[in-house]
């Protein structure tokens, strides 16, 4: 199984942005897939994920009702779509599934 971010950026305070994280070697709905992200000089934190029915999602309180996660199976992509983005929101972002990671995607959030 292998997962690629995209997406990434400057963004400022406020803004939005929309990460992707491709999957390849078998199919979203074999498992469940999740988002984190790590800020310098901390550990890595969760931040969304989605079972692998697609019917549950759960937030960090930090981003719930900012973020929002979602995928497309016929793609084997899934998303990370951001509001209202903060300065604490800062980190590389990690797509996860099962014991697999990709290689993260930078978020800055600054003015």
């Known amino acids: 199984l292998q997962l690629v971010e995209s997406g990434g950026g400057l963004v400022q305070p406020g803004g939005s942005l929309r990460l992707s994280c491709a999957t390849s070697?078998?199919?979203?709905?074999?498992?469940?897939t999740g988002w984190h992200r790590q800020a310098p000089g901390k550990e890595r934190e969760a931040v969304a994920c989605i079972s692998s029915s697609g019917r549950s999602t759960n937030y960090a309180d930090s981003v719930r009702g900012r973020f929002t996660m979602s995928r497309d199976t016929a793609k084997n992509v899934v998303y990370l779509q951001m509001n209202n983005l903060r300065p604490e929101d800062t980190a590389v972002y990690y797509c996860?599934?099962?014991?697999?990671w990709g290689q993260g995607t930078q978020v800055t959030v600054s003015s």
């Open positions: 070697g078998s199919t979203l709905e074999e498992y469940a």
């Open positions: 996860n599934a099962v014991l697999y």
